[in-house]
């Protein structure tokens, strides 16, 4: 892209101090141009950082954050903060297998401070940096950018008590959009008698400064913190943030300016999505709008595949209830929504009290089902012990995006719930192999295991067909099934990695090694019956798993092996003890363990010994 040379001959953002204000507008429609045609091609968070250039711009006018520290909330608003110091060049390589990150990266760039990925973080750490700058007597700004979808998580609110009492020299801006992935979830903005908002988005700033009401609750909230406001602004308006930076920037308390934006500014369909389709997508039509799909036509995101099934069920069960802490969007619950509006809560970025909500909801008699990113669970883990798991509470938790989560990287990868999951007494763990088995095990878990406690109910990321099944099958609780038949050697998986396990297999046919393999879709508890069986047949045990392999399923089976004292050879193929950036998924099961050729040469070795 030879039109935007001039951007990626940028080292550091130090030569916009030179520029004019109108100078600095060409240079945030160059840079919204630029995000346009690359992100067309390679896909990322589009409209969060088409909704923030000219606030990046001009934080990068008014502070020197090679010594002043920027902290971006949740970090995937962060791709013109990458331009400005010096990474536009890598943009063909963003979100790709050793490429640049979608998220703030501190081995990427110094002006990296703080690395986030998931939401709410950012006013604790600014804290800490303001305290750390005391203590040393430095006199560099502290700026966290925060979106009122991060304000919607208890972190955020316990930082800012925290910072309101501290009352150390920082700055928070509060970038409104009205929107996290899709529509806010914010009791702070008044509502209407028909529960919409009293304003309306295309004039919301001047809305804001003519209804009192609505701006003096806004401002009334953070002066109760301790904390100085200004605002609102127009947060695409150069000038007037440069004048207001300015302004607080020599205030010696926390501050906040609340600054309006347009999220996906620059393209017509994202600046109209109320739903979060243009939040994180795969490349699309730039000169269209629209997205290109990848997707077979018949084949639905796995997420639509559970979702589907649970508003089959609900037709019938009145008693089912879908929450989620801020994903209707992304765990495909929008058509639940509009079909049972009352029967869907959205609690906002909040998964530790959509957990407590959910486990009440249960005890109420209702049929909740929480449904929750597998590396978002991980915010609600002493409410699934305290709360749900320690009072036998039996309810569904849904765990979606289970396995590498590929351009999002190692803080979403969904890898880590059956190793902290496993030991809790009164949960059980499932992984359906497909969609058929997907729909009889969901109908299993809210009908057939109510005396079982927790089911956290797995499924990955990525698309499946879907053909809705004419009627249930039972399934036994705690059951296994064999795939294929084999006395050399068992596998022993679930989930997608049944489709690793033949793959390996076939390539084996010409070694002549006869592998059995083992459907696990129990996780915990195990089929003890099988396992004593293909124990006792003294074959050696392979286990493979797309999750942490400390404390995850083939833990779970060394465990068994020494309590009943087998000696079979067991070999664990699971995610090695690290973290891993972003990429393809076969690239990201080459380098952590899983890799088929790997675990094709391992199961030579193993069959010919036996």
């Given at each position: 892209?030879?039109?935007?040379?001039?951007?990626?001959r940028?080292?550091?953002?130090?030569f916009?101090k030179?520029?004019?204000i109108?100078?600095?507008?060409?240079?945030?429609?160059?840079i919204?141009?630029?995000?346009i045609e690359?992100?067309?091609?390679t896909?990322g968070?589009?409209?969060?950082?088409?909704?923030?250039?000219?606030?990046?711009?001009?934080?990068?006018?008014?502070?020197?954050?090679?010594?002043?520290?920027?902290?971006?909330?949740v970090?995937?608003?962060?791709?013109?903060?990458?331009?400005?110091?010096?990474?536009?060049k890598?943009?063909?390589?963003?979100?790709?297998?050793?490429?640049l990150?979608g998220?703030?990266?501190?081995?990427?760039?110094?002006?990296?401070?703080?690395?986030?990925?998931?939401?709410?973080?950012?006013?604790?750490?600014?804290?800490?940096?303001?305290v750390?700058?005391?203590f040393?007597?430095?006199?560099?700004?502290?700026?966290s950018?925060?979106?009122d979808?991060?304000?919607?998580?208890?972190?955020?609110?316990?930082?800012?008590?925290?910072?309101?009492?501290?009352?150390?020299?920082?700055?928070?801006?509060?970038n409104d959009n009205?929107?996290?992935?899709?529509?806010?979830?914010?009791?702070?903005?008044?509502?209407?008698?028909?529960?919409?908002?009293i304003?309306?988005?295309?004039?919301?700033?001047?809305?804001?400064?003519?209804?009192?009401?609505?701006?003096?609750?806004?401002?009334?909230?953070?002066?109760?913190?301790?904390?100085h406001?200004s605002?609102p602004?127009?947060?695409?308006?150069i000038?007037?943030?440069?004048?207001?930076l300015?302004?607080?920037?020599?205030?010696?308390?926390?501050?906040?300016?609340?600054?309006?934006?347009?999220?996906?500014?620059?393209?017509?369909?994202?600046?109209?999505?109320?739903v979060?389709?243009?939040?994180g997508?795969?490349p699309?039509?730039?000169?269209?709008?629209?997205?290109?799909?990848?997707?077979?036509?018949?084949?639905?995101?796995?997420g639509?595949?559970?979702s589907?099934?649970?508003?089959?069920l609900?037709?019938?069960?009145?008693?089912?209830?879908?929450?989620?802490?801020?994903?209707?969007?992304?765990?495909?619950?929008?058509?639940?929504?509009?079909?049972?509006?009352?029967?869907?809560?959205?609690?906002?970025?909040?998964?530790?009290?959509?957990?407590?909500?959910?486990?009440?909801?249960?005890?109420?008699?209702?049929?909740?089902i929480?449904?929750?990113?597998?590396?978002?669970?991980?915010r609600?883990?002493?409410q699934?012990?305290?709360?749900?798991?320690?009072?036998?509470?039996?309810?569904?938790?849904?765990?979606?995006?289970c396995?590498?989560?590929?351009g999002?990287?190692?803080?979403?990868?969904?890898?880590?719930?059956?190793?902290?999951?496993?030991p809790?007494?009164?949960?059980?763990?499932?992984?359906?192999?497909?969609?058929?088995?997907?729909?009889?095990?969901?109908?299993?878990?809210?009908?057939?295991?109510?005396?079982?406690?927790?089911?956290?109910?797995r499924?990955p990321?990525?698309y499946?067909?879907?053909?809705?099944?004419?009627?249930?099958?039972?399934?036994?609780?705690?059951?296994?099934?064999?795939?294929?038949?084999?006395?050399?050697?068992a596998?022993?998986?679930?989930?997608?990695?049944?489709?690793?396990?033949?793959?390996?297999?076939?390539s084996?046919?010409?070694?002549?090694?006869?592998?059995k393999?083992?459907?696990?879709?129990?996780?915990?508890?195990?089929?003890?019956?099988?396992?004593?069986e293909?124990f006792?047949?003294n074959v050696?045990?392979?286990?493979?798993e797309?999750?942490?392999k400390?404390?995850?399923?083939?833990?779970?089976i060394?465990?068994f092996?020494?309590?009943h004292?087998?000696?079979?050879?067991?070999?664990?193929f699971?995610?090695?003890n690290?973290?891993?950036?972003?990429?393809?998924?076969?690239?990201?099961?080459?380098?952590?363990?899983?890799?088929?050729?790997l675990?094709?040469?391992?199961?030579?070795?193993?069959?010919?010994?036996h």
């Open positions: 892209m030879k039109k935007f040379d001039h951007l990626y940028i080292n550091n953002p130090s916009l030179k520029l004019s109108d100078e600095l507008y060409l240079l945030s429609d160059q919204r141009d630029f995000l690359s992100l067309s091609s896909g968070h589009v409209s969060s950082n088409l909704g923030v250039i000219e606030l990046t711009i001009a934080l990068h006018y008014i502070f020197n954050f090679e010594k002043d520290k920027l902290i971006f909330d970090g995937h608003q962060c791709y013109a903060h990458k331009i400005l110091t010096g990474r536009a890598f943009f063909n390589s963003l979100r790709k297998f050793n490429g990150s998220f703030p990266r501190r081995s990427e760039s110094n002006f990296d401070v703080w690395e986030t990925g998931h939401s709410s973080t950012s006013l604790s750490a600014a804290l800490a940096f303001a750390s700058r005391d040393k007597n430095t006199s560099e700004n502290i700026v950018v925060i979106g979808g991060a304000l919607t998580g208890g972190m955020a609110l316990e930082a800012l008590n925290n910072i309101g009492y501290e009352q150390r020299k920082l700055i928070i801006i509060l009205q929107m996290s992935i899709s529509k806010n979830i914010c009791a702070i903005i008044p509502k209407n008698s028909n529960n919409k908002d304003y309306d988005s295309s004039s919301y700033i001047s809305n804001l400064k003519k209804n009192e009401s609505i701006n003096y609750s806004i401002k009334n909230f953070f002066q109760s913190m301790n904390l406001y605002g602004i127009d947060g695409h308006n000038k007037s943030l440069i004048n207001n300015t302004e607080i920037k020599n205030i010696s308390k926390p501050c906040v300016l609340h600054i309006i934006t347009k999220k996906g500014k620059g393209i017509h369909n994202a600046e109209n999505d109320a979060g389709s243009w939040h997508i795969g699309f039509d730039k000169s269209t709008g629209l997205k290109i799909k990848s997707k077979k036509q018949n084949h639905r995101a796995w639509a595949v559970i589907e099934t649970v508003e089959h609900a037709k019938k069960d009145k008693n089912i209830i879908c929450i989620t802490p801020a994903m209707t969007k992304g765990s495909k619950l929008e058509f639940f929504k509009n079909k049972f509006p009352n029967r869907t809560f959205d609690v906002g970025i909040a998964e530790q009290h959509g957990a407590t909500f959910s486990a009440a909801l249960a005890l109420s008699k209702l049929k909740p929480f449904f929750v990113y597998s590396t978002f669970l991980q609600a883990y002493d699934i012990i305290h709360d749900i798991a320690r009072q036998n509470i039996n309810m569904v938790i849904a765990i979606d995006k396995g590498f989560a590929t999002d990287g190692d803080t979403h990868h969904g890898i880590y719930d059956i190793s902290f999951l496993r809790i007494p009164n949960i059980s763990i499932v992984m359906p192999k497909d969609q058929i088995e997907a729909q009889h095990l969901l109908h299993n878990c809210l009908y057939n295991y109510e005396d079982k406690g927790i089911i956290s109910y499924y990321r990525g499946s067909e879907l053909t809705h099944v004419p009627h249930f099958k039972n399934i036994r609780f705690g059951s296994w099934t064999v795939e294929k038949e084999g006395n050399d050697l596998i022993l998986t679930f989930g997608p990695m049944l489709d690793i396990a033949h793959e390996i297999c076939n084996l046919k010409s070694e002549n090694i006869n592998i393999i083992v459907n696990a879709r129990f996780i915990k508890p195990m089929d003890e019956d099988m396992l004593h293909i006792k047949s050696p045990i392979v286990t493979i797309e999750a942490c400390i404390g995850g399923f083939g833990s779970g060394c465990e092996a020494i309590k004292k087998y000696k079979n050879d067991i070999e664990i699971g995610i090695e690290n973290f891993f950036h972003h990429g393809d998924t076969n690239s990201l099961r080459k380098i952590s363990g899983l890799d088929p050729e675990i094709v040469n391992k199961i030579k070795s193993l069959a010919y010994i």
